[in-house]
Structures are given as structure tokens and as C-alpha cells.
């Protein structure tokens, strides 16, 4: 049985975009697993303008397991804005609030400190995840509320 995956947008419009991706595991782990594709043309503007970016106001993390979440701007390696994890295998929510103050992460904003285990490459501007710890029956929704760019 392959991970069973569900993404819904749950509001489109011309100024925000919101996506709630949920995973039911077999087992099989996440490496950088596209959550949100700006190029997808689904998400242009009304008028036809192609998305070029994000600002990441919000992440909403809930997870029923012990394993670990990573969300971020998929590249080489991840460059991770968003970790979710616990020790026990209890339900958790994680909320993430980015943007109330200065208006969102996005990615031509990313500093790297050197060997912090921080991202390396060029971020595409897609949003991924990578999971550690997954095993069958496993289970997470995430829900991303994100600013457009054109």
C-alpha cells in the first residue's frame, strides 16, 4: 500500500493562498514531498498573471505519531522553516504564526549560517516536506496559509 495523500486548496483567490495537504503513512517516509507548486498555473491570478512566490504567514502542523515533520523551501537540501515533532506517540498541533507581524517568510529573505545543518542550494520557491519516523498507520495534516507573490 503506498501513503495515501490528500490535498485540498482551501481558498484561492488573488491575494491568499491556503492548502491543507493530509498523509495517512505506509511507512514510506517524505523526501521533500512538493506541498505547494508555484508554477502550478491553478494558482495564477484572475487576470491570467503567473505566481512567482509565497510569503508563509502560517503553519499549521497535526500529527498522531512519534515522527518528525520538516517544511520548507525545497532545494538540495530543505531549507527548513517549520519542525514538527514529539517524543511519545500522542496527537500534537504545532501553530506556526509568521506573518501577523511583518507579513511572512519568503524565500529570497534565507540566511545561512554555516554548519548548522541549515539548507544548501538554490530554493525553487516550492514548499516540501521531509518526514523521519514514519511507520504504518501514521498520520499528519498540515495546513499552510501563504501570502501570493506576482
Same mark, same amino acid.
Given at each position: 500500500?503506498?501513503?495515501?495523500?490528500?490535498?485540498?486548496?482551501?481558498?484561492?483567490? %488573488?491575494?491568499?493562498?491556503?492548502?491543507?495537504?493530509? $498523509? %495517512?503513512? %505506509?511507512?514510506?517516509? $517524505?523526501?521533500?514531498?512538493?506541498?505547494?507548486?508555484?508554477? +502550478?498555473?491553478?494558482?495564477? !491570478? @484572475?487576470?491570467?498573471?503567473?505566481?512567482?512566490?509565497?510569503?508563509?504567514?502560517?503553519?499549521?502542523? !497535526?500529527?498522531?505519531?512519534?515522527?518528525?515533520?520538516?517544511?520548507? *523551501?525545497?532545494?538540495?537540501?530543505?531549507?527548513?522553516?517549520?519542525?514538527?515533532?514529539?517524543?511519545? @506517540?500522542?496527537?500534537?498541533?504545532? +501553530?506556526?504564526?509568521?506573518? !501577523?507581524? *511583518?507579513?511572512? $517568510?519568503?524565500?529570497?529573505?534565507?540566511?545561512?549560517?554555516?554548519?548548522?545543518?541549515?539548507?544548501?542550494?538554490?530554493?525553487?520557491?516550492?514548499?516540501?516536506?521531509?518526514?523521519?519516523?514514519?511507520?504504518? @498507520? %501514521?498520520?499528519?495534516?498540515?495546513?499552510?496559509?501563504?501570502?501570493?507573490?506576482?
Amino acid at each position: 500500500m503506498a501513503n495515501s495523500i490528500t490535498t485540498q486548496i482551501l481558498a484561492n483567490t %488573488d491575494r491568499k493562498l491556503v492548502v491543507q495537504y493530509a $498523509l %495517512d503513512s %505506509d511507512g514510506t517516509e $517524505l523526501d521533500q514531498g512538493i506541498l505547494v507548486d508555484i508554477s +502550478d498555473s491553478a494558482y495564477n !491570478s @484572475s487576470g491570467g498573471k503567473a505566481l512567482t512566490g509565497v510569503a508563509v504567514e502560517r503553519v499549521i502542523v !497535526s500529527k498522531t505519531d512519534a515522527s518528525t515533520i520538516k517544511i520548507g *523551501w525545497a532545494a538540495t537540501n530543505l531549507y527548513t522553516f517549520a519542525h514538527a515533532s514529539n517524543i511519545a @506517540s500522542t496527537a500534537v498541533v504545532s +501553530d506556526l504564526n509568521y506573518g !501577523s507581524e *511583518w507579513g511572512g $517568510l519568503i524565500k529570497d529573505n534565507i540566511t545561512v549560517v554555516a554548519g548548522t545543518g541549515a539548507g544548501s542550494g538554490t530554493p525553487t520557491g516550492d514548499i516540501a516536506a521531509t518526514t523521519t519516523g514514519m511507520t504504518s @498507520s %501514521d498520520s499528519f495534516t498540515i495546513l499552510l496559509v501563504m501570502r501570493k507573490i506576482f
